[in-house]
C-alpha cells in the first residue's frame, strides 16, 4: 500500500501519523470546522472518507494527492456506480469532492493540489450527459416556495397541535427571514423582539460570518402571517413551560415538547430538545409530499421562496441579497434572479412577434 499507511482518519481529517507538525489540535480543528455550514462538513467528511478508501484500494499516497492523483479520481468517480443509486456520481457531487478533498490538504498545513486535470475531466463529463440528454447534467435546485406554495403546505398542518404551530412557524419565518434550516434551527426564543410592527430578529448567516438584523412584519392575511404564526407558537411553549433556549424544539407523538432522548442511559442529541437540521428540512418535505405537490421540495424551499417572491414583488436585487444574507453578487441568488425574471424580463417581451 506505499505510505497508505502512515495516514489516519481522525474525525474525517487526514494527519500523518507520527507527525506532530501535521496534527491539529481539537481547539484548531473546532475553529477551522467553525467556518462551515454543519451541512457541508458532514458531506466534506463522506467525500474525504471515501477519497482515502479508494487510495487505500488502489494503493495510492492520499497526502499530498498530485496533479495527476486527483485527475484520476475523478475520471474514477465519473464511472464507478454508487452503492445508492448504482449511477456514477453527479458533476455536483464530484465538484463537492474536489473541494473537499482540497480543503482537507488546507487544514493540514499542506500546499492545496492543482486541480487543472480534474476540472478539464468533470468539464468534459457534464458535457458527455448533457448530449446524453441525462437529468444529471442539470443542477438540482430546489423548488421555490412561493406564498401560494406556502398555502398549500400550510393547509397539511393541524394548526391546533404543539406541532402543527410548531411547523407553521417553522415554515413562516424561515420564508420570511430566507433563513437555512440550519439559521432556523440556531434560533432561541430569547433572540425574538415583539415590537408593534412584528418581531425583531438578528439571523446568523454562517455560510457569511455576519448577521442580518431582520424585521418579520405583519402579514395580511392571517394564515399565512409569520408574526401570527410565531406568536402561536411562543404561547403554545409557554404553556409548556418553555420560555427560553432552543425557539424549535422536538415534539413526542403525545403533543409536548420531547423529553432527552437517551441511549443505554446517556442523553444524545441537544439535551434542551433543539431540532437537528435535517428534522427541520423534514418538516417542508413531508408537508410537499401531503399536498401532493411535484417537485424538489427540501427546506432550502422556504429561502429560494422568498428571492423568487420578492424579485416577482419588484423587490430590488441588492436588498433582496442582504436581507437573506446572500454575499454581494452571490451566482446561487443571481440564479434565483433570473429565474423570477424569465416571464416579466424576457427579451422577447415587447418585440412584437
Excluded at 455576519?210 to 409557554?238: I, K
Excluded at 442511559?265 to 433543539?274: F, H, K, L, S
Aim: charge should be positive.
Amino acid at each position: 500500500m506505499g505510505e497508505v499507511e502512515r495516514y489516519e482518519v481522525v474525525e474525517a481529517e487526514i494527519v500523518e501519523a507520527g507527525s506532530s507538525s501535521l496534527q491539529l489540535s481539537e481547539a484548531a480543528r473546532a475553529a477551522v470546522e467553525g467556518t462551515r455550514p454543519d451541512s457541508t462538513l458532514r458531506a466534506y467528511r463522506a467525500d474525504r472518507e471515501e477519497y482515502m478508501r479508494w487510495c487505500q484500494a488502489e494503493g495510492h499516497t492520499p497526502l499530498p494527492a498530485t496533479p495527476e492523483l486527483l485527475t484520476v479520481y475523478v475520471k474514477h468517480m465519473t464511472t464507478a456506480p454508487r452503492p445508492r443509486t448504482g449511477r456514477p456520481a453527479a458533476p455536483s457531487s464530484i465538484d463537492r469532492a474536489i473541494a473537499a478533498v482540497s480543503t482537507m490538504h488546507e487544514e493540514v498545513g499542506m500546499a492545496k493540489p492543482v486541480q487543472e486535470g480534474a476540472r478539464r475531466v468533470l468539464k468534459a463529463y457534464k458535457a458527455e450527459l448533457a448530449v446524453k440528454k441525462d437529468q444529471a447534467a442539470k443542477t438540482k435546485k430546489a423548488s421555490a416556495a412561493v406564498p401560494d406554495i406556502l398555502r398549500k403546505l400550510l393547509a397539511t398542518l393541524d394548526r391546533d397541535t404543539l406541532k402543527g404551530k410548531r411547523d407553521a412557524a417553522l415554515m413562516l419565518l424561515g420564508f420570511a427571514t430566507a433563513a437555512r434550516v440550519s439559521e432556523l434551527v440556531a434560533m432561541n426564543i430569547e433572540e425574538l423582539l415583539r415590537t408593534e410592527d412584528g418581531i425583531d430578529i438578528s439571523v446568523y448567516r454562517k455560510k457569511t460570518h455576519n448577521h442580518t438584523d431582520n424585521m418579520v412584519l405583519y402579514g395580511s392575511r392571517p394564515a399565512t402571517c409569520p408574526v401570527r404564526a410565531v406568536n402561536a407558537y411562543l404561547a403554545a411553549l409557554e404553556q409548556e413551560g418553555r420560555t427560553e433556549g432552543p425557539l424549535f424544539v422536538r415534539v413526542s407523538r403525545h403533543g409536548h415538547v420531547a423529553p432527552p432522548m437517551l441511549r443505554h442511559g446517556r442523553a444524545i442529541g441537544d439535551p434542551a430538545g433543539r431540532m437537528t437540521e435535517e428534522a427541520a428540512a423534514e418538516v417542508v418535505e413531508k408537508a410537499a409530499a401531503s399536498a401532493g405537490l411535484e417537485g424538489q421540495w427540501t427546506g432550502h424551499s422556504l429561502r429560494r421562496g422568498f428571492a423568487t417572491a420578492a424579485r416577482r414583488a419588484g423587490a430590488d436585487m441588492l436588498r433582496i441579497g442582504r436581507t437573506g444574507g446572500w454575499a454581494d453578487g452571490s451566482r446561487a441568488l443571481l440564479g434565483y434572479m433570473e429565474d423570477a425574471d424569465r416571464v416579466t424580463e424576457s427579451p422577447l417581451v415587447g418585440i412584437g412577434l
